[in-house]
């Protein structure tokens, strides 16, 4: 597509209840980074995904998280378990060497 | 270990002024930075980036930044700012432009810019 893609753009989920964000990176771009950006703060790196390559997951912030990316395009970010504090802005980007990094308008997640 | 450190996190100027919002970066390798501008409600839109070229980088939108190594500095000015211009800017250090490199992020800075 023509450029990063990320679903849904705002999801309201229960605490405790299980959430899957959906990040659509430019075709042929072959890294996918997620990102979380919580209110007030900066964007925290999550994960990193480059080709076929095992995922770099050294951000993720627990146990609860996950994240995968199949046949090298679409990738999903599971959140288990939600916690109120898991609720910000959840924003993907992909890139192709050398042209830096494309960023989705990302999910607003609230957990209530 | 890289970091960037993003001075105020609020910024108010009158439109016509010069806008300066200050990024200053710690890196053990020579850095590439970028400076990114997020509107409500969307995604990062970047800005300019420095890759070692020229010191002073010319980005979109009539903004500029200038690295200055003996600072550790990558500030982003415009010499007039327009309302267009509210938003929030973040600066961000990365080790290369080869994709395998994450970006590291300030805390961002908000501009807000009177009539």
């Known amino acids: 597509g023509a450029g990063v893609s990320q679903s849904p753009s705002n999801k309201v989920t229960e605490k405790g209840k299980d959430v899957e964000l959906r990040c659509d990176p430019i075709s042929g771009h072959t890294a996918l980074y997620w990102y979380r950006q919580s209110l007030g703060q900066g964007l925290e790196f999550l994960i990193y995904f480059q080709g076929n390559s095992a995922p770099d997951k050294s951000g993720l912030p627990s146990d609860r998280f996950s994240a995968e990316r199949t046949g090298g395009s679409v990738s999903t970010l599971t959140i288990q378990r939600t916690q109120q504090e898991d609720s910000a802005v959840y924003l993907c980007?992909?890139?192709?060497w050398g042209y830096g990094y494309t960023f989705g308008s990302g999910t607003r997640l609230t957990v209530v | 270990a890289q970091s960037v450190t993003q001075l105020g996190s609020h910024v108010s100027v009158s439109e016509g002024a010069l806008v300066l919002l200050r990024c200053n970066y710690s890196s053990s390798v020579p850095p590439y930075l970028f400076w990114y501008v997020q509107y409500p409600n969307q995604g990062l839109q970047l800005l300019l980036k420095y890759t070692s070229a020229a010191t002073l980088v010319k980005g979109i939108n009539g903004f500029e930044a200038e690295f200055k190594k003996s600072e550790t500095s990558f500030h982003l000015t415009k010499p007039s700012a327009h309302m267009s211009d509210a938003a929030e800017y973040f600066c961000a250090v990365s080790r290369g432009m080869d994709s395998s490199y994450k970006l590291i992020f300030g805390s961002g800075t908000r501009l807000l810019v009177r009539p």
């Open positions: 980007a992909s890139s192709l």
